[in-house]
């Protein structure tokens, strides 16, 4: 099974790795999957942790917080099931919307600029389609 600071270490190269081409970096929380076939309690410890380090890390330049939005509030370890798509890994389309909805719009456009459905190139030199 795969260890958070070997999960951490992957995200750290792919944000330096983007960065040297001046591309800015969203990243999203990993969501709940209890009930899933492959859960157990020590991926949910890795799960936990990833999300800890992203969101307290500030190495992605936006943050979306798809856990905070999809997940049970009285079993956070459960997507919320009017979200789930049965299989308790995947949302179903409501689900979809419910991650939409979690990107900060706000976040995004000040790191691009002005809201464009073209190529942004910003004043830190990150480039991006919006």
Known sequence: ???????????RQLIERAHAHGIAVLGGTLLPFTGYQY?????EAVRQ????????SGAFDVLADFDLALRDPAAPARLRAPLDSGDHLHPNDAG???????VPLA?????????????????RGFRAWV
């Open 96 to 102: 979809y919307q419910a991650m939409a909805a979690a």
């Open 1 to 11: 099974m795969i260890r958070p600071e070997d999960m951490v270490a992957g995200y």
């Open 49 to 56: 942790a990833v999300n800890a380090w992203m969101r307290s």
């Open 39 to 43: 859960a157990s309690p020590a991926r």
């Open 107 to 123: 976040q995004l456009g000040a790191l691009l600029g002005a809201p464009s459905a073209h190529r942004a190139d910003n004043a």
